[in-house]
């Protein structure tokens, strides 16, 4: 399969949901545009939107779909249904309009478990909520797997400067065939990207969360101090990490959750290709490969470590020393 037709169809789906963030975050109130799911994290009007546009987009009746949200806290809350359904319409002008069933229907595709070996996309609708809040970085990230393998990604960073006259990336990677950055808004042509080529350690930058609790910052400080980077980390909110290494604004991005926290693929899947087709590598803090393989979660692994390839070695064998 070459996946050309799904890569151009994810593209264009991710352009549409990024400047529809974008509205979103601007006219976004903190006070009233945020429900605290379960786990005590946040979900906005935005990561609904986003979800159903996406999935409602993509569905042809022939994929599976794993995706962040679902539509129970949306039905207990009839305003922001109402905003996420006007919301959703009016980025899909000349479409017939989505009801608010249909709307709570197609974020709930997104509830597939995973773990087999059918066609499935994998979704982040807004990854790094916090950053979003903040008015910061945040990130759709869009994946597709075939048989449990991660085929094609594309990020959406609506924050993320493309140029110095120009806000907004798209990054896209299809297995095999290199990554690319993009403006949303389409004003330049695709560009190329390769990780930072740099061997020297003096001119390497870490990247990681900005939330510390979801990474251990100690950890990461010790281990950039076991390499000799000298350099302060460059923190950045969601996968928008992932397209920034790719592209060599930094070297190495580390994660180190808190013990027995289980990744959700979707954090990881998209920015997993972008960096390797980007000539970079992607593992788990102790150097195995990322299995998306397994279902919603990622099991039997602690941490992530991503490196424009040349300081890969170097950064496991100071985490091993850590632990
Ligand atoms: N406790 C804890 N530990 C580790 N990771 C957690 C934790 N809580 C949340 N998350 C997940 O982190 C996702 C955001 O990614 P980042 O940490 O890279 O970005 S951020 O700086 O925190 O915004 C974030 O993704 P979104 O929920 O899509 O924003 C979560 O899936
Ligand atoms: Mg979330
Ligand atoms: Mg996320
Ligand atoms: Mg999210």
Redo the contacts with the bound molecule.
Sequence with gaps: MNYEDFLQSAISVVRVASSMSKTVQKRFRQETGTLSKMDT?PVTVADFAVQALILSELDDGTFKFIA?ETSAQLKENSDLLKDVTDTVNSALPGRPQLSENQICGAIDLGSYGGGDSLLTWVL?P??????FMRMQQYCIALGLLDRGKVVLGVLGCPNLPFDATRTGCVFYAKRGSGAFCVPVDGTHAPRQIKVSPTEDVSDCRFME???S???SFEQSAKIASILGVKEPPLR???QC?YGALARGDGQIYM?F??AG?EE?IW?HAAGSVVIEEAGGTVTDGIGHPLDFGLGRKMKNQRGIVATNGVFHEAVISAVKEVL
């Design positions: 994290s962040e982040d807004v990854d790094g909520t916090k950053g969360s900005v939330e609790a979801h990474s950045m909110d969601s990490k994660r959750p808190r926290y959700n954090d």
